[in-house]
């Protein structure tokens, strides 16, 4: 089948150049989607469980910041990105050329990623990911190809 080569590079990108602009959007949209529900669940690139927040109290005193975040969203003190959602509602397709389909994130979170990224991997292809992008590749191309015979026949 079609192949597609992946780059982590502050943003995701993913070379697709048989697809046509709205398939490549189509393939940005499954990628990021997958990689948001990843990040969401609380793991990280390598498909293993995110390293936990820390529990130290800041010099300023107060609360740390895991515990904020459990008196906040109620929920689990987990390394998901969810406090705010800002920064996972800041990712987009931010191109898709016959080149490359990048996914990145709004230009006011991008420090905040960096320094997210810096404490623990998150925002990057995991092997699940790759393997949900393949499928959505190899169904895209079974798609072109469905299309292509479909003419040729009627011709």
Not at 95 to 124: H, W, Y
Request: proline fraction near 4%; charge should be positive.
């Amino acid at each position: 089948m079609a192949g597609f080569k992946i780059t982590i590079k502050r943003s995701v990108r993913i070379n697709a150049p048989v697809a046509t602009r709205a398939q490549r959007l189509a393939l940005g949209q499954v990628v990021l989607q997958t990689v948001r529900g990843r990040i969401k669940s609380a793991v990280d690139a390598n498909d293993a469980p995110a390293k936990p927040l820390s529990a130290i109290r800041p010099r300023h005193g107060g609360t740390s910041y895991a515990v904020q975040k459990q008196m906040r969203t109620g929920g689990r003190a987990v390394r998901d990105w969810t406090l705010t959602g800002a920064l996972l509602g800041s990712l987009r397709v931010s191109i898709a050329t016959q080149k490359r389909i990048v996914i990145s994130p709004a230009e006011d979170q991008r420090g905040k990623m960096a320094g997210n990224q810096a404490l623990c991997e998150m925002f990057a292809f995991s092997p699940k990911d790759e393997a949900v992008t393949q499928e959505a590749m190899d169904h895209l191309v079974q798609r072109m190809i469905s299309l292509i015979v479909a003419n040729s026949i009627s011709r």
